[in-house]
């Protein structure tokens, strides 16, 4: 089982940026692909971004060009910078191994217009 501990969260302005880390133990950490998810209040849990073990992106179309991924295996940890943030980006934050499917705990971001 990987455990996953997302962090990072809180309370911005529309404009602003936040980073998000997920921090991955109990599996080789550079063998597998970590995902950025959200979940809005009545909606379903939404994919945001993936990155390989290689360190290859993809992004969900409605954060292209706004959120990036990355990783740094050397400290078992993923990242989500988000930039440009809109309300409609508020939600409870989510990363995921993609090879187990095990689930962080979360992290909430809230957006002020």
């Known amino acids: 089982q990987v455990q996953l501990v997302e962090s990072g969260g809180g309370l911005v302005q529309a404009g602003e940026s936040l980073r998000l880390s997920c921090a991955v133990s109990?599996?080789?950490?550079?063998?597998?692909?970590v995902g950025w998810y959200r979940q809005t209040p009545g909606k379903t849990r939404e994919w945001l971004a993936t990155?390989?073990?290689?360190?290859?992106?993809n992004y969900a179309s409605s954060v292209a060009g706004r959120f990036t991924i990355s990783r740094d295996n050397a400290k078992n940890t993923a990242f989500l910078q988000m930039d440009s943030l809109e309300p409609d980006d508020t939600g409870v934050y989510y990363c995921?191994?993609?090879?187990?499917?095990?689930w962080g705990q979360g992290t909430q971001v809230t957006v002020s217009s």
């Open positions: 990155i390989s073990g290689a360190g290859l992106p």
């Open positions: 995921r191994s993609i090879r187990t499917g095990d």
């Open positions: 109990g599996s080789t950490f550079s063998a597998i692909s």
